[in-house]
Structures are given as C-alpha cells and as structure tokens.
C-alpha cells in the first residue's frame, strides 16, 4: 500500500518516472495488485510508451482475465499505436464496466471511439453531475476530461465552458494534466482555448508569487 500511494503521489506530482518504478515493485512483490498492474500500464500509456504497457497488461490478463479495466487500458494503448481494428473488441469489453463514480469517464471513452455518440454525451453529463459535491481537485479532472471528449465530439460550445470551469477550479493540478498528457490535443485545438489557458495561466504565475511571500 506504501508503495502504492508513493507511485500515485509520484504520478499526479508529474514524476513519471519515480512513478513507474513504485509501481512496478507493488507488482513485483504484490503480483496479485490488480489496482497496481492497472496503474503501471495506465502511467506508461500516459509517457507514450505503449509496448511496454501492452507487455504488462498481456500478462496481467493471464493473471486475471476478469479484471475488465486491463481491457480499457489495452484499448488505450493499441488505439495509440493505430491498431484500432485490435482495440475495438477491447472498447466493446470496457463499455460493458458498471458504471461508477470513480470510473465513469471510462465508459464515456469506450463509447466515443465506438462510435456510439450520443450515449456518450449521456454518460459525460452524468459524470458531470456525480462530482458536483467532490473534492476540487476530483471535480477538476472529471470537469477536464469532459471538456476534452465534449471537443471531440465537436460540442466545442461545451469543452471551452468546461475548460474555462477547469482553469478557474481552485485546485491547480490542471496546470501539470493539460500540458503534460496526451487526451487534451484536440481541446487544446480549439478555437480560443490556448487564449484562454494562457489567461490563467498568467493569473497563477501571480498567485504563486503571492503565495511565496
């Protein structure tokens, strides 16, 4: 568990690295950490390194083939690499995940890149809503990840009011998430949205000043 909250700590503080190796000793000594596996790949994906996360989720499988989220992060991976032909029967398994609070925005992925449009509205509008009482720094990733698929979609109406919602959190970790990971390039497309990412942007640089006093 140590070890486990060392490479998370690691992953949202932006140090990749550190990260991946606290994760891949949870796997090392805990082999039956499905959360750990998951996270290993997940982290991997996010530094484009796609073999090496399909190598750990291939062997994650054979370990636990009912795990559905190795499924998701499989369907992530091969998508990144093009092999979209291999990563459909993995979406169709990843939307089939009940949907939860803390997992939520995988079926609105799944369902984007089936093709299945308006569900995923649906299913980004009831993430939205399960986060209103979180914490701000839960609501700022839900709120981030809606406005990405919501410009994906081609709602950009919505993406630039949820990506203004984002900048304007009082949590900042969207400062690290939207320029350190890869989900957002069609966001950060939009016409407007680099404008306004630098406007707060430049608001933190002088609250961070501030706060140093």
Known sequence: ?????????????GKYEESIAAF????????????????????LTRQEKYEEALSVLEDSLAY????????????????????????????????TIPFD??????????????GEIEQCRENIQKCLSMVENSTSMYQTI???DAAAYYAEIGDNEEALHWLEKTLSSTDRS???????????????????ALELIKQYEDKLEVELFKMSY
């Open 1 to 13: 568990n140590v070890n486990y909250q060392y490479g998370y700590s690691y992953f949202i503080n």
């Open 24 to 43: 891949r000793k949870c796997v090392e000594r805990f082999p039956n950490s499905d959360d750990s596996r998951y996270m290993l790949a997940y982290v």
């Open 64 to 95: 636990n083939p009912d795990f559905l989220y190795y499924h998701f992060a499989k369907a992530v991976a091969l998508y990144r690499l093009g092999r979209n032909d291999e990563a459909i029967p993995e979406w169709k398994i990843a939307s």
């Open 101 to 114: 609070e803390n997992y939520g925005i995988v079926h609105c992925e799944a369902l984007l890149r089936l």
């Open 142 to 144: 839900i709120w981030i």
């Open 174 to 192: 969207w400062y690290r998430i939207i320029n350190d990971q890869f989900d957002y390039e069609k966001l950060r497309s939009l016409p407007g």
